[in-house]
């Protein structure tokens, strides 16, 4: 035992410079590297990635093939394995045929440790030929909720993977997820046929983190008061693209210095709006939950929920994008009296009935342009506000009835990701020839592409600008300028790099009458999105139970105490911090200095507005200030 775990530690300090281990991290590995099926519950930012990371290179002839959805994460995480000098490879949706054949190929006959690869390509015969005559030491399943119906991102595509695992019966697999119920965790290891596995769970305690949720009608001024009183950057996460931007807007106009990000704006602003933050140059990101995977900024000190979750899964998750740094953070919930009415609301859009979800089925294909009978396992780029746009639907019906298309096998809904450019000659070659002939400034830019990409007249190629210009002698600008003018004479067909989604069709296009929509399915997922509704209601109704153990409760943990820095915490142990911490002579000071009316004072203090409200009262029957008709405060 102390010769692996010196192996081990050996390997941690040479390929990632650590000297030490995180909680449980340790004894995850030492569990998959004896070959037991083991699944990790372990929080976001807790190191997931190097439980399946380390034992595979701490073995000499380590190879691990990581099952995950996200296409972004992949690539975050193939880049991040390439930059410490470890050959990573990916398959996802995203690439072309032989784009995929080749990192297949790699895998078999070259040097690679690390194959990530998208659930929906588990079940291709391509995949499973090559996987037998890989030799993986270790299978790891990343968001392995989603394989679970019970858990709140179910995806078919990962009952696959069981399948896989029949083809290597004797590699040990380690499933990670951040946030899973015991019905969870129960369904995963059966999914998975985990026979004898063993559960390794990480205390789901942010100690650093306070949890507070405020029952207010004005949500605006008391998210005011959070940025007022706590310093530091900050986000607020609003559920609706439209809110976002308004919020965005009038917090602006009061002097808070924010950026905003939704999945409705281009890639490029995305990109804008979250270095503006990242770097520090705007204090408060307004976003929706489209605004989190890939955030590494460890300073954040509060995250505001202007708008309730979907789940107490999602809560936790992105409340525990503050206080990575250890140091004292806020997690906010902000509740109204119509947030019920809200969700009943959505419920009626977001679950359209059967016949309406065969109804997007049609309009999608269109969208797309596959004619019935075709499109089996293509990728298609797929904007879906536009596609709501043109077929004037809610973006939450839309998504909805994807959801439930996904889970019946007939799609798959990509996060997003890059996307290279693509080209296909659209002429013949003597066709070409000529106009190389007439158009000589051409001549050497087409002789390069001809050169480079073999097909290029059959089929469309991925192209890489930056690998053009180093060929050609070109500047990346004058290769874009290039490409677009042969677009132009028709002599190409020209597809732009990009930042799309993507969806995945596993089967050809069905006429609609063949289209089976299983109840349960959708009945299921109904039910399953209105309990995790009510169970985040039943955390913000919860009054005499510390946030923290509420929470590790949900998740399992059966033996935590309080954390002594949540609301209720604090009011149980009768800590008057509002009172200390602004006293009436604070407040005399502000309405001195201010003409405010008394919503407008109570926005300005970080306490709650009854205790800043019976302040003010006590400071009128004293005589000390006076209110006017109006609202407005003077000092008398």
Request: charged share 25%.
């Amino acid at each position: 035992m102390n010769e692996t775990v010196d192996k081990l530690r050996a390997a941690l300090s040479k390929h990632w410079h650590y000297e030490g281990f995180r909680p449980m991290q340790l004894e995850t590995i030492l569990s998959v590297w004896n070959g037991r099926d083991t699944l990790s519950l372990m929080p976001t930012g807790a190191g997931k990635s190097l439980l399946y990371q380390l034992p595979t290179m701490a073995r000499e002839d380590g190879f691990c093939i990581v099952v995950t959805p996200l296409i972004a994460l992949m690539k975050d995480q193939v880049d991040k394995l390439r930059a410490r000098g470890i050959s990573a490879t990916a398959v996802h949706s995203g690439m072309t045929p032989d784009q995929i054949d080749a990192a297949l190929d790699n895998c078999v006959y070259g040097d690679v440790r690390f194959l990530y690869v998208a659930p929906e390509r588990l079940a291709s015969e391509l995949f499973r030929m090559r996987l037998q005559r890989m030799n993986p030491t270790l299978l790891a399943v990343d968001e392995a909720h989603c394989i679970s119906q019970w858990g709140y991102d179910f995806r078919p595509s990962y009952l696959r993977i069981a399948e896989i695992r029949a083809l290597i019966p004797t590699v040990p697999v380690l499933a990670l997820t951040a946030s899973a119920t015991d019905e969870v965790t129960e369904d995963i290891m059966a999914q998975l046929r985990m026979v004898g596995g063993r559960v390794m769970r990480t205390s789901f305690e942010r100690a650093n983190l306070s949890y507070s949720v405020r029952r207010v009608e004005d949500k605006n001024g008391q998210l005011m008061r959070v940025i007022e009183g706590v310093p530091g950057a900050g986000i607020v996460y609003v559920r609706t693209r439209a809110g976002v931007e308004q919020l965005a807007d009038w917090l602006t106009q009061n002097g808070v210095a924010t950026s905003h990000y939704h999945g409705g704006m281009e890639a490029a602003e995305r990109t804008i709006r979250q270095e503006e933050w990242t770097s520090g140059r705007k204090r408060v990101m307004v976003a929706t939950n489209a605004f989190g995977m890939g955030i590494d900024r460890a300073d954040v000190r509060f995250v505001v929920h202007w708008s309730m979750p979907d789940s107490v899964e999602n809560y936790y998750q992105e409340t525990g994008r503050a206080g990575r740094d250890g140091k004292r953070a806020y997690g906010v919930l902000l509740t109204s009296p119509d947030d019920r009415l809200r969700a009943e609301n959505r419920f009626a859009v977001e679950f359209p009935s059967l016949d309406a979800i065969k109804d997007v089925y049609e309009l999608i294909f269109n969208y797309l342009q596959v004619a019935i009978g075709e499109g089996k396992d293509f990728s298609f780029d797929f904007n879906i506000y536009e596609f709501c746009h043109l077929n004037k639907l809610f973006t939450w019906t839309a998504m909805s009835a994807i959801r439930v298309l996904q889970a019946n096998g007939y799609m798959v809904l990509t996060d997003e990701s890059d996307h290279p450019a693509r080209v296909m000659f659209c002429v013949s070659r003597d066709d070409l020839y000529r106009l190389r002939i007439e158009r000589e400034e051409l001549d050497h830019f087409l002789r390069t592409i001809m050169r480079m990409y073999n097909g290029i007249f059959t089929e469309f190629q991925s192209v890489n600008e930056q690998e053009i210009a180093l060929v050609s002698g070109y500047t990346v600008d004058k290769v874009k300028e290039l490409l677009k003018t042969l677009w132009q004479l028709r002599v190409i067909r020209y597809i732009p790099s990009r930042r799309t989604p993507l969806i995945y069709l596993p089967m050809e296009r069905l006429p609609i009458e063949d289209v089976f929509i299983a109840p349960n399915t959708y009945k299921v997922r109904k039910e399953l999105a209105r309990q995790r509704s009510e169970q985040i209601f039943a955390y913000a109704d919860n009054e005499t139970e510390c946030r923290s153990v509420w929470l590790r409760k949900y998740f399992g943990e059966t033996d935590a105490a309080g954390c002594g820095v949540c609301d209720i915490c604090l009011l149980r142990s009768k800590k008057p911090v509002s009172r200390v911490r602004f006293s009436s002579e604070a407040i005399l000071k502000i309405v001195g200095d201010n003409s405010l009316t008394v919503k407008q004072l109570v926005a300005r203090i970080a306490a709650e507005p009854d205790t800043v409200l019976d302040e003010i009262d006590q400071l009128v029957a004293d005589n000390w200030i006076t209110v006017d008709p109006s609202g407005i405060i003077k000092l008398k």
